[in-house]
């Protein structure tokens, strides 16, 4: 995938999105499948997680990092609720806040985008283990997608690398190549946009000036008492 540079290491954050899962396996006593394609045990998490060196400079510049490549991380529970974050200090292993509770519409239409994507099935699957102990390269960005339905988990993980572009102009102008998975970023903007993030951040948007007028001063006429004795 070729970024514009504008958005430099844009890639680092935008898998840390979702909180981890127990992997259990086996299929005995699952709940059938529902007919609206939503199941009663699923669980959709998702996180990003950057190294050291991507986490200054997002924070350095978060206007240039969309979402998909900003530390965060989201996990949606089978109730509807969709908890998440985003921030440089996000983990794997971290458990957010709910931020909103889906209708079963929309939990719906998101596992059919998974579907769609390839990444609803366990055949999607490429890590076993436990994806809180992975840690990304100085340089690295890691993308986790956690999924649990009708009994069956999997996880998906990619990794790769952000050159340096240290020249400030060449940053804005210069376009790289990212090793990125096309269909965990696209599951990662589709869960990051039912979450409310969007690509301008927070510390991005327009700051107004503060006013500090609290009013007159109520001390003045004491004041003027003081300077009429002395």
């Known amino acids: 995938m070729s970024l514009d540079r504008r958005w430099p290491l844009v890639v680092l954050v935008a898998g840390s999105l979702l909180a981890p899962i127990t992997v259990m396996h086996g299929c005995a006593g699952s709940p059938p499948p529902a007919s609206d394609g939503v199941p009663e ?3 959709i998490a998702a996180g990003v997680v950057v190294g050291s060196g991507l986490v200054r400079e997002i924070q350095r510049h978060p206007e240039e990092w969309p979402v998909h490549l900003r530390p965060g991380r989201a996990i949606i529970l089978a109730d509807g609720s969709l908890r998440a974050d985003v921030g440089p200090t ?10 909103r509770h889906l209708r079963r519409s929309q939990l719906a239409g998101l596992w059919r985008e998974l579907d769609a994507l390839g990444l609803g099935d366990p055949a999607a699957g490429n890590f076993q283990g436990n994806p809180t102990l992975l840690r990304p390269g100085r ?10 339905r009708d009994g069956r988990d999997w996880i998906v993980v990619q990794r790769f690398e952000v050159p340096e572009v240290p ?15 096309p269909r ?4 990662i903007r589709r869960i990051a946009a039912l979450a409310w993030a969007a690509d301008l951040p927070p510390d991005g948007v327009p700051r107004y000036p503060e006013r500090y ?4 001063d109520p001390w003045a006429r004491y004041r003027g008492s003081e300077d009429a004795g002395s």
């Open 41 to 43: 045990d699923g669980v």
């Open 184 to 187: 965990l970023r696209a599951a």
């Open 139 to 148: 340089r690295e960005v890691l993308q986790v997608l956690e999924c649990r």
């Open 90 to 99: 996000l983990d794997l292993g971290d458990r957010p806040g709910i931020s």
């Open 213 to 216: 007028d609290f009013g007159p």
């Open 167 to 181: 020249d400030a102009d060449e940053r804005a102008t210069a376009p790289i190549t990212l090793q990125e998975d």
